[in-house]
């Protein structure tokens, strides 16, 4: 036989798409951690998984439902490739009742997880010429999943003297003829924000100004514990069409059962009419879909979870924020200039000048993770070099414990 046959070319963008995903950022900071020589356990503040802590326990009826799906035995079969009706159903169900009109079935796509939505409608939006809008700073896999496809990417500012809203004037600097859409995390990722009603509409309006649609990443909806209260960018959708990204894994607290959706939230039809829901449909059609026993599971999860279950959980979120806020003012090294109101993050500017030996913000969370066992997520991942995301999801003892250690390691470090 040809040995030739068996030669292949490493695809050397999938390598460096997979490089920028948070999972292998992270990875390699781990990899700088030896407890037995800091004597410290690790302290995980780099990702949005608070499940490993009790206070973020799921709630007994998201458990049961799937307990009684799995032994029902009726869910062992393959499923849709869009999805089972009756947890689409439900689903539309469940955002219509913040929206002024109703979602149908046919406006709801399941997919396993807000990453796999990412990369479906990142294909759909794929032709050639074509550009997309997206945020910085922003999160990761939009710009991992971009850079195997033909889009050209443009980045907007999010403005931090201004609590990260959206910089209109340079999103219209930014578009053209051959814009196609424009990416919205809210509440915010990477920065713990959360857009006003107004801004909102600005947003809108902006969007259909410029002919493009909106990517709502609503994957912290309703976890905003501040002033301003979640609204779902549908309520905008007779302004701009929206195609919003959803999932069980952070409000429901169970980001290991990769469940999601894309929703239409379109009352004019132009997403239906311009033949996007149909591509939306042939791409789900190729690829794998959520597992049906959770599938059959959510109707009940999202018609059972009591509000006092989502009212607990931003309360222990809006604490540990405050907690964080306030003790991150003990070092005066770092800066966060913007207290977080949502999600379970927050943006920490790093002053590197203040630093005997550290040269960036990735040399930063190294030396962190060697010498203090904590783990953060640089800011060059998400676009703002010096930077450093810091996830506050975590028990009051533990930010305690980890905002005391970069303190001492700030202090270590710092001119003298």
């Given at each position: 036989m040809?040995?030739?046959k068996?030669?292949?070319k490493e ?7 997979a490089?920028?995903?948070v999972r ?7 990899g700088n951690?030896d407890?037995?020589?800091?004597g ?13 802590y009790?206070?973020?326990?799921t709630s007994?009826?998201v ?7 799995v032994?029902s035995?009726?869910?062992n079969c393959?499923?849709p ?7 689409r159903?439900?689903v539309a169900?469940?955002l219509?009742?913040?929206l ?6 046919d ?5 396993v997880?807000?990453?796999h ?15 997309i809008l ?9 710009e991992?999943?971009s ?14 003297e201004?609590g990260?809203?959206?910089?209109l004037d ?6 053209d003829?051959?814009?196609?859409a ?6 915010g990722?990477p ?6 009603f107004?801004?909102?509409?600005k947003?809108?309006?902006?969007a259909?100004?410029?002919g493009?649609m ?7 909806a309703y976890?905003?514990?501040g ?9 905008f959708?007779?302004?701009a069409p929206?195609?919003t ?13 990769r ?5 239409i939230t379109?009352?004019?039809?132009i ?5 996007i829901a ?6 789900l ?10 599938q059959a599971?959510v ?8 509000e ?11 604490e ?13 090294f770092?800066?966060c200039?913007?207290?977080?109101e949502g999600?379970?993050?927050a943006m920490?500017k790093?002053n590197i000048?203040a630093?005997?030996d550290?040269v ?5 969370c190294?030396?962190?993770?060697k010498?203090e066992?904590?783990?953060?997520l640089?800011?060059y991942?998400v676009g703002?070099?010096?930077?450093v ?10 930010l305690?414990?980890?905002i ?9 470090h710092?001119?003298?």
């Open positions: 040809d040995n030739q068996w030669c292949f695809n050397s963008e999938v390598h460096a798409a490089a920028f995903t292998n950022i992270l990875q390699a900071i781990i951690i407890e037995t020589r800091t410290k356990p690790m302290i995980h503040l780099g990702h949005g998984d608070p499940s490993v009790p206070c973020f326990r007994t009826i458990e049961d439902a799937l307990v009684e799906s032994r035995t009726k869910f393959y499923a490739g869009v999805g089972i009706d009756s947890a159903r439900t169900e469940h219509s009742k913040d002024p009109y109703k979602l149908t079935t406006d709801i796509f399941l997919t997880g807000a990453n939505a990412i990369e479906i409608l990142l294909k759909v939006f794929s032709q050639p010429g074509a550009n997206f945020p910085t700073p922003n999160y990761p896999l939009y991992a999943q850079s195997l496809s033909p889009l050209e990417v443009r980045h907007f500012n999010l403005l931090p201004k990260w809203e959206v910089d340079g999103v219209k600097a930014l578009a003829d051959k814009t196609v424009i990416v919205l995390i809210n509440p990722n920065c713990g924000n959360v857009f006003t107004e801004h909102m509409q947003i809108a309006e902006t259909r100004q410029l493009i909106v990517i709502a990443d609503e994957v912290y976890q905003a514990f002033e301003k209260p979640f609204i779902p960018m549908g309520v959708g007779h302004i929206v195609l990204l959803g999932t069980l894994s952070k409000r429901w607290i169970v980001p290991g059962w469940f999601g959706w894309i929703a379109d009352p004019n039809g997403l239906h009419k311009t033949g149909g591509s939306i449909k042939s791409c059609e190729l690829t794998a879909d959520p597992p049906t026993v959770i599971a109707p009940h999860i999202l018609e059972n979870t009591p006092s279950f989502f009212l607990n959980i931003n309360k222990i979120l809006k540990a924020s405050d907690l964080f806020y306030e003790r991150l003012k003990d070092i005066p770092v800066t200039p913007h207290k977080p999600s379970m993050f920490v790093i000048s630093f005997d550290v960036d913000d990735t040399d930063f190294m030396k962190l993770a010498e066992s904590i783990i953060l640089p800011g991942s703002l070099k010096n930077w995301r810091v996830s506050f999801a975590a028990e009051p003892k533990v305690e414990d980890a005391g250690r970069m303190k001492a390691f700030c202090f270590r710092a001119k003298h």
